[in-house]
């Protein structure tokens, strides 16, 4: 993981009118790392998640992509940040009516000047890079749970993204398929050398995956930890913390 941040947050309230969700955030996501946003339910993981890629803009506060203001920047600045960046669902998100290669190709399309051909390649090598070789011509409604998980991450995977974003990426997944993927996200950090950004409540994910983190607490309705999360199991700067890395153990 590299020192240089790919993202920084600076002094971040996140509303909805009046409703404060989170308020005073501010911390740096380090080029190559697993970053995981977690908490508790209703902390406002996904809201966080929501603002990083640019769907919700901050009530207060700054984020920025390297040295770009992304919310005080020109919507064509803010469009080509984006295409940097890739987008892992928590339903998969894949169309229903469309192959897997077809749902993997659309980015391409939208994009790029790529012949039909030459998208299809591209879309069959994203699927063989998640262990989908074989199932180009697969409807999502033909396969499982997991299998339309790493779809999703070879549609997300489609141009090339230097980040990539997870929204709870083992929900409804067995522990099987679940660790069949932690596995892959790791696999494509190592061979990619993308940034990974994750929200996610899963212990064994979290410690299995992510080397930092940020800490997001409902009640004070604000960050209360950040850092590796192996570090903060032995080292909790708060009861909180403790209390939320050490669930269901005895």
Known sequence: MSDEAVISVQNLTMAYGSNVIQRDLTFDIGRGSIFTIMGG??????????????????????????????????AEIQNGIMQRNGVLYQSGALWSSLTLAENVGLALEEYTDLSRGRIHELAKLKLDLVGLNGFEDFYPSA????????????????????????????????????KRLDDLILQLRDSLGATIVIVTHELPQIFAISNDSVFLDPETKTMIAAG??????????????????TRGKS
């Open 41 to 74: 339910s209703g902390c406002g993981k996904s809201t966080l998640l929501r603002h990083l890629i640019g769907l919700n803009a901050p009530a207060k506060g700054n984020i920025f992509y390297g040295e770009t203001d992304f919310w005080n920047c020109p």
């Open 143 to 178: 396969i499982s749970g997991g299998m339309r998980k790493r779809a999703g991450l070879a549609r997300a995977m489609a141009l090339d993204p230097e980040i990539l974003f997870f929204d709870e990426p083992s929900a409804g997944l067995d522990p099987i398929s679940s």
């Open 228 to 245: 590796d999360p192996k570090e903060l199991l032995r080292n909790p700067p708060d009861p909180r913390v403790r209390e939320f890395l």
